[in-house]
């Protein structure tokens, strides 16, 4: 058995991630980590009537960061705003079906840059969404959990 | 491509050579006797680790009675820096070292700072060399311990240690090497190096594992960490590994008998993997200097991607290696030897050890680098960082 810290879900989404690239004049784009900390998603959407009708990923991270980012574009895909805003972490997880506990920093990840595409649209826009009051994209509240303690800044 | 398993994580462990293994199983079920009893099957027993002591002993130029088996590496480098430190606290209480060690020594030092004593940790160049200079400039009236590993686990740099132990000799320290890495990689002769203390380990050279040795030079004063019974001249208490021992001797006899055929075939496969490498894939670094280095050692980093996602394709077609990613590591930190070496944290991430070894052949390299070629090229097709971007997706640092 191979990366037996994975199970098959992760292993599919990180060998063959979902909607990997980046959108042609996206509504919103939003970036979140940084290679210093090990991992840094990129994502971008196309909005429609407050649905997202398109997401594109790219990572730079580790499996479980490249399996998160697949499985988070495909989850907000086809929704409304409000409700990938909704979105959380541990939505994120149950998706992939768990990562190992160590892992799990990867998943903030992709919540953190959906909602920093979203606040780009709204900026854009000029739309409000509750679901990003006290939203900052430039906030790391990462840190704590990604053996990123030495970073340079 | 046809799917191979391709082992190249030789520095983290080795397969038992099938001579060590024959050699040894007798020793598990028919001549299985207590090493201290006294009768006839203890008496070979004795017989069978007197021998692989000499074996051990041959390989790095030591005398027999120098060589006190430990159960790792790990047990000797501890041993060695605890009680070498502990045992001379009379006279100070200063021990230098360097950024690179092995964690067996690292930890130590901590464990010894915990206790009081104060610990210089020397940098290394940014080829992963410690400067004998900066090193005798650290001595104090108070240092009593130098402990500067042989060659590096990660980047395989071999230290100036016969340089270091003529200086810790000058200013009568004790002076320890961990040559973990360095057996049978190296010709070692502790005489012309001048070492006090050097520990070495069975299943870095197709021995088995829970087996290693700490030669300490006579009239080194040495206390037990171990106490109980006689065993290893009184020095390290404790029923010996009877077949451990002697599958030591064996791979330590085979690994003397080999050395310098195994330098030349591993060294050059690793010129050759190195090679292809760089005129394959864009973009990668080489970490560490290439001269005087270990033979079957390459550190490579493949910038725009993180290891441990290469580290899994790379698994994913069979082939083994390691990262120096902190997201491979428990602890979530990067490779503190290439920290120390000044290699950038997002190429640390990037950075994969390959350390080719005896059972290696050309074809297996030959696929790795197919493998790397596929696998880099899609990560980096993934990747929000990019040699066009730069290091940044956006151009702006977050």
């Not at chain 1, 098959?8 to 042609?24: Q, R, S």
């Not at chain 2, 430990?70 to 009680?83: K, L, R, Y």
């Not at chain 2, 299943?203 to 300490?216: E, M, Q």
């Not at chain 2, 997002?346 to 950075?351: D, K, P, V």
Request: hydrophobic share 40%; glycine share 10%; proline share 3%.
């Amino acid at each position: 058995m191979q990366m037996a810290m994975y199970n098959d879900k992760v292993i599919a989404h990180f060998t063959n991630p979902h909607n990997v690239g980046e959108l042609l004049d996206p509504d919103g784009e939003g970036t979140y980590g940084s290679p210093v900390c090990g991992d840094m998603m990129k994502i971008s959407i196309r909005v429609e009537n407050e649905v997202i009708v398109d997401a594109k990923f790219k990572t730079f991270g580790c499996g479980s960061a490249i399996a998160s980012s697949s499985v988070a574009t495909d989850m907000i895909i086809g929704k409304s705003i409000d409700e990938a805003l909704e979105i959380t972490n541990q939505d994120v997880l149950d998706e992939l079906g768990g990562l190992p506990p160590i892992k799990t920093h990867c998943s903030v990840l992709a919540d953190h840059a959906i909602r920093s595409a979203i606040y780009d649209y709204a900026k854009r826009s000029g739309r409000y969404y509750a679901g990003l009051e006290g939203f900052d994209p430039n906030a790391d509240e990462d840190d704590q959990d990604h053996g990123c303690d030495m970073e340079e800044k | 491509m046809e799917k191979r398993n391709v082992y190249l994580d030789y520095s983290a462990t080795t397969p038992v050579k099938d001579e060590v293994l024959e050699k040894m199983i007798p020793y598990f079920t028919q001549n299985f006797g207590n090493p201290s009893s006294l009768y006839t099957i203890g008496q070979e027993s004795k017989q069978a680790i007197a021998e692989a002591r000499e074996q051990v002993a041959a390989l790095i130029g030591a005398e027999p009675r120098e060589i006190f088996f430990t159960s790792s590496g790990t047990e000797a480098d501890n041993w060695a820096v605890i009680e070498g430190a502990e045992s001379r606290l009379k006279r100070g209480n200063h021990v230098i070292s360097s950024k690179i060690e092995h964690h067996a020594l690292l930890h130590s030092l901590e464990y010894l700072e915990k206790r009081g004593y104060s610990v210089t940790r020397l940098d290394v160049d940014g080829d992963g060399f410690v400067s004998p200079d900066a090193l005798e400039s650290a001595i104090t009236d108070r240092t009593t311990l130098i402990s500067v590993m042989y060659a590096n686990n990660e980047i395989g740099t071999i230290q100036p240690i016969a340089e270091i132990a003529g200086i810790a000799k000058r200013h009568g320290i004790l002076f320890h090497t961990d040559a973990v890495q360095a057996l049978g990689n190296l010709r070692i002769d502790v005489r012309a190096l001048g070492v006090d203390m050097l520990s070495v380990s069975a299943h870095k050279i197709y021995g088995p594992k829970g087996i290693g040795a700490l030669y300490v030079r006579k009239g080194v004063l040495l206390p037990s960490h171990m106490h109980g019974g006689a065993q290893e001249n009184k020095k390290r208490a404790g029923t010996e590994n009877l077949a451990g021992i002697v599958g030591f001797g064996k791979a330590a006899e085979l690994a003397m008998r080999d050395l310098d055929a195994h330098v030349e075939r591993v060294g050059a496969l690793r010129d050759y993997f190195v090679g292809r490498v760089r005129e394959a894939i864009p973009d990668v670094r080489i970490n560490g200097s290439l001269e005087r280095r270990l033979p079957g050692n390459a550190n490579i980093t493949f910038e725009y991607i993180e290891g441990e996602a290469l580290l899994l394709l790379l698994d994913l077609d069979g082939i083994s290696v390691s990262t120096g990613s902190a997201c491979s590591s428990a602890s979530l930190t990067p490779s503190h030897v290439l920290t120390a070496l000044g290699v950038p944290v997002e190429m640390i991430h990037g950075s994969l050890r390959f350390t080719i070894g005896d059972f290696t052949a050309k074809e297996d390299i030959d696929y790795t680098v197919e493998s790397l070629v596929k696998n880099v090229e899609k990560l980096r097709s993934i990747s929000s960082v990019s040699r066009e971007k730069g290091w940044h997706a956006n151009g702006d640092v977050q």
